[in-house]
Structure formats: C-alpha cells, structure tokens
C-alpha cells in the first residue's frame, strides 16, 4: 500500500515509523498517489493566528469573540474539548471554559496570513478556489510532471512549509471529487491528512450522517429526519425524482451526493453571485441583544470572505427565520459596495430595526450581492452618514494598531460592553 511520511516527505513501505525520520506521521491509502482534488483547512484559523503572534498562549483555550453579550468567532481545540463552539454566546463559552483568554478579532492579520498562505497554493496549481480566510479546494490534476512528485506529495509539503514558513496549521482532504475532498478534510483534525478513494467511496458513505454533507444545516436536516432520512443509507433508497419532488434542488443534489458522485470543477474563476453566513440558534431568542451581538460576528465572517476573494458588494441582505420557519429577509442597495465589516453590520442593524419584533427567531443571516471586484468598493463618502467614511478608516487603524501592538491594544465600544 502506497505510504508517505507528512513529516520528511519519504515514501514510506511497510514500517510503522518512518525509516528516514522515525516519523508516526504517515498516511496510507491505495490511492494516495492516484488522487488529485484536494481541500485544505486551516485548524482553528484565527486561534492559531493569535497563539502564532503570542506565543503565551499556546497551550492556553482561547476564543475569538466580543464581550460576554457576544458570541464566539471561532475557538482553539483547547477550548472545543470543553464544548465551546462558533456561533455560541459568550456567556455560554465562558461558562462552560472560565480560564479562557477572549481576544477581539484582528481582521486584517488574518486576511494578511491568508494571503500568505494563498501564494503557496498557486505555487502549486493554478486552479485554486478559495471558500473562505482559511479554506480553499485545489484541482492538482496534470501537476504531477511539472513538480516532480505526485498531488499528495505536494499537498504534505504545503502544510510543512505553512506551519514551518507562517505559523499556522491546516489539514488536508484527498479524494476524486470536491464533496469527498471537504468531507475527507474534517476527519483527521487538527493537522490531519485523510484520503477517501473511489474504491471505497459506497463503503465510507453509507452509515454516514446527512449532516456531514456541506449545506446541510439544523433546519434542512430536520426536514430530511421528518422524511425518516438519517444516514446516506436512507438517501439510497429514494429515487431521484421522489427526492426532487419532496426537497427540490436540493433532493436532485442529494441523490448523486448519496452516490459520491459530484461533477462540480475546481474553479479559481468562478463567478461570485453573493457571499453570506447564517446561523440557527440554540434556543429561540427575541432578544435585541443577542440579535446584534450574532449580527456583528456574521458581518465580521461576510467581510472576511469578501476580503479573501478580493470582492465587495452593492447590496446588503438581512435574513430572519421564526420559530415556525416562516422567513422574513430584507435587503438594500448601498451607494457604494463595500467589504467592510462595519459597514455591512450597521447597514444589516439598519434593516433589523425595520423589521422590528417579529420574534421569535430560530436563525440570522447576512449578506452581500451584486458582487463586484474589490477595487470598486467603499470609495466615496456617504451624504446621508457622514461618519461612515471615519468608521471605515477607524476599522483599518484599529486592525494595524492591533497587528503591532496586540489584539487588546485598542477595542470597539461593541467588544467591551459586559
């Protein structure tokens, strides 16, 4: 069985340690030097920026969030062993970790360190395309002449050279598609390496959980469970038109993902309709508080998006789902497109307090469309709010003051309220 060692890059033959090195860190797989479509996540992208740049915290849990009326961005695996999670309230997170140092975002670092780690993917191929700051699909196809070693080969040495080079660690997924790639990804973390190959694809799937496929949120599983659809088995026994007629697109989807057949390609052209995030909550809420506190941490992760494609967008969209998923969702055209986190959250504030109480509400969403490149967006002044120009300019000081100076240096009035 073809084996490699993730740390000296040695073919490895049958030892359990690698001869080379004396490595543990070795990945097996009978296809491992045939694969070709890869994903690649960053582990605990922001916590890791932080234990990167402060190196006191590195075996300290950490969580990325605002104030205890807050909620968390993301948290370190320190952390995660004690149930913190994204989207949680920072009350909840605390709760559950006390010893947790909270340190505010520093957007501008991470979009910087993404960048940094961009760079060493187009090194390797071409066709990159970025989901988001910390994740990315590569097509490695053809490379394997051209750099001399097969894709896996290539794919441990990316993650060597960002841990060595930045400072930051990923994880890679292998396989013969993107939905197996993003799948494969998420089974080995942190600093994992997992391949799922087409010989095994119908075996691996099976006993699987839907939730595991990408899109499938609380809401749409809790439609599939009320169809009796657990696992990728019960997917199996549907056929495709009842799945389309009973979920839609979304059933026509289903049916070849239960299969692991995704035809989508690798595209670092790929045209961006719009970008957005959402989140459902633990408990129903109406409250104003906890609305906003999500809404900041949505348009911080919108704007962190945007950054990383080099997009922007004209209009900005509010959506809210009830307690009995009707959906109410609002939107407005800026006069300028903008990328900014600030500008995205007070103009999404704006379209709450239009909606008024009409909690309450199991999920929240933000977003922008009417895409456009990133060289078009926030460039003119705003007539009707005439402070918006010094947010945005306070936003990118308050990032490079924390870049030199550290994560506590300078903070919104929003990250310090208790």
């Not at 986190?341 to 309450?360: E, F, H, N, S």
Request: hydrophobic share 40%.
């Amino acid at each position: 069985m073809p084996a490699l060692c993730r740390d000296c890059l040695s073919e490895v033959t049958d030892a359990r340690r690698c001869p080379e090195c004396g490595s543990l860190r070795i990945v097996r797989h009978d296809e491992l030097f045939d694969l070709s479509i890869a994903h690649m996540d960053c582990d605990a992208f922001y916590a890791s920026v932080e234990k990167r740049d402060n190196p006191e915290l590195a075996d300290k849990p950490v969580i990325i969030g605002g104030g205890r009326r807050g909620v968390v961005s993301t948290a370190c695996y320190v952390a995660r062993i004690r149930g913190v999670r994204s989207a949680m309230p920072m009350f909840q997170a605390t709760k559950l970790c006390p010893d947790a140092v909270i340190v505010k975002p520093r957007m501008s670092v991470y979009v910087e360190t993404s960048r940094q780690i961009r760079a060493l993917m187009d090194e390797l191929t071409p066709s990159v395309e970025p989901l988001s700051l910390d994740e990315a699909f590569m097509d490695l196809t053809g490379t394997a002449k051209l750099h001399g070693a097969p894709p896996a080969v290539m794919l441990a040495r990316l993650v060597k050279r960002m841990k060595e080079e930045i400072g930051v660690t990923g994880s890679i997924g292998l396989s013969h598609n993107k939905f197996l790639a993003k799948v494969a990804s998420d089974l080995d973390k942190p600093q994992g390496f997992a391949v799922i190959g087409k010989a095994e694809t119908d075996a691996f799937l099976r006993d699987k959980p839907v939730r595991m496929i990408w899109g499938v949120g609380p809401a749409a599983q809790e439609g599939l469970e009320r169809a009796g659809i657990h696992t990728f088995s019960d997917l199996l026994r549907w056929d495709q038109q009842e799945l389309t007629e009973r979920f839609g697109s979304m059933g026509y989807r289903l049916w070849h993902l239960a299969r692991g057949q995704d035809r989508r390609k690798v595209s670092a052209r790929q045209p961006v309709k719009s970008i957005s995030k959402e989140t459902t909550f633990f408990e129903d809420t109406s409250s104003i508080e906890l609305l906003d506190g999500h809404m900041w941490r949505l348009s911080e992760q919108v704007a962190d998006r945007a950054k990383a494609k080099g997009k922007a967008g004209r209009v900005v969209t509010l959506k809210l789902k009830r307690a009995n998923f009707s959906l109410i969702s609002r939107r407005i055209s800026l006069r300028d497109a903008t990328q900014m986190a600030d500008t995205i959250y007070q103009t999404a504030r704006g379209l709450l307090d239009q909606v008024g109480d009409q909690g309450p509400y199991r999920l929240i969403g933000v977003g922008i469309s009417d895409i456009v490149d990133e060289s078009a967006a926030d460039l003119s002044a705003d007539l009707l709010d005439p402070q918006a120009a010094k947010r945005r300019k306070a936003e990118r000081a308050t990032d490079a003051i924390r870049k030199r100076f550290g994560s506590d240096a300078i903070q919104k009035g929003r990250a310090i309220r208790k």
